[in-house]
Nanobody, 115 residues
Framework: QVQLVESGGGLVQAGGSLRLSCSAS????????MGWFRQAPGKEREFVAT???????NYADFVKGRFTISRDNAKNTVYLQMNSLKPEDTAVYYC?????????WGQGTQVTVSS
């Protein structure tokens, strides 16, 4: 079992930046593919980014060039640096950890971008 706790969400103006953090516990962090998803009001949850243990990354097209995912395996933490935020980035952001066929979810952190 893996426990994921997100932090760093909040209210920011359009064009601003936020950095989300996700702290993991309960298993060997470096074994996991870590990621971020988000869910806006009235919309389905969608993929944002993932990062493998060795640093390979993958991004949704709508965040390329604006968001950066990174991880610190020594601190069991994954980050999402979000720049040039837009009102349409407003959502609850969820951290995920994938191992084999299991995906674990955090409780989510709210990001609100005002225009």
């Amino acid at each position: 079992q893996v426990q994921l706790v997100e932090s760093g969400g909040g209210l920011v103006q359009a064009g601003g930046s936020l950095r989300l953090s996700c702290s993991a516990s309960g298993h060997t962090f470096s074994n996991y593919l870590m990621g971020w998803f988000r869910q806006a009001p009235g919309k389905e949850r969608e993929f944002v980014a993932t990062i493998a243990w060795y640093g390979s990354t993958n991004y949704a097209d709508f965040v390329k060039g604006r968001f950066t995912i990174s991880r610190d395996n020594a601190k069991n933490t994954v980050y999402l640096q979000m720049n040039s935020l837009k009102p349409e980035d407003t959502a609850v952001y969820y951290c995920t950890a994938d191992l084999s066929d299991m995906r674990y979810w955090g409780q989510g952190t709210q990001v609100t971008v005002s225009s």
